[in-house]
């Protein structure tokens, strides 16, 4: 993935990744972002899934998302700049833990579930609609700003403090203590 400039500053990479399904929006994403975000913004796709090839063909001859079919995640975000997730519900985001472990604002939309990992203006940054995300995007901050690693330093305190593993085990065995 390139880095330079292409009329529009800096390369701004986002890793969007999940099944691709109705459910994970990568389609309405798409769709709704299309020629409205700025050219230095790209979208990378990872998954697989039952709407993978109207993903493909939403993006189209697009430069701007790319579809990478399956991939582990662990192998490839550190060529990430953000991690997204828009889904219409989600249990309980992975890719978003993945984000966080490796010092990668997030991007999500406000359901509950994705709250509990990304906290606006904090850890990443939360939109409501399609509208915001646009305008969210195009205002995202480059990977050599102050704001940028604040960001990444509080993502990464967020793994540490709620979901490494140890934190994950304890928290599952004061769960289930409460029903013995």
């Known amino acids: 993935m390139t880095r330079q400039p292409e009329g529009g500053g ?6 969007f990744a999940g099944r691709i399904s109705a459910v994970k929006q990568q389609v309405a994403f798409v769709k709704y972002t299309k020629n409205y975000l700025n050219d230095n913004i790209r979208v990378y796709f990872v998954g697989v899934g039952h709407d993978s090839e109207v993903l493909k063909k939403e993006i189209g001859q697009s430069r701007q998302y790319i579809y990478l079919g399956y991939r582990k995640v662990s192998d490839i975000i550190a060529e990430f700049d953000y991690v997204c997730l828009f889904s219409k519900n989600e249990g309980f985001g992975l890719t978003l833990i993945e984000g966080c472990a490796n010092g990668k604002p997030l991007i999500t939309n406000d359901i509950r579930s994705v709250l509990d990992i990304n906290e606006d203006g904090k850890t990443g940054y939360v939109f409501h609609d399609f509208n915001g995300l646009i305008n969210g995007i195009n205002n995202l901050p480059l990977r050599n ?8 330093e509080n993502a990464r305190n967020k793994y540490e403090k709620y979901f490494t593993e140890d934190h994950m085990i304890q928290n599952y065995l004061n769960y289930i203590s409460h029903f013995q």
Do not use: W
């Open 10 to 15: 800096e390369i701004i990479n986002i890793l």
């Open 145 to 152: 700003t102050e704001q940028y690693k604040i960001l990444s």
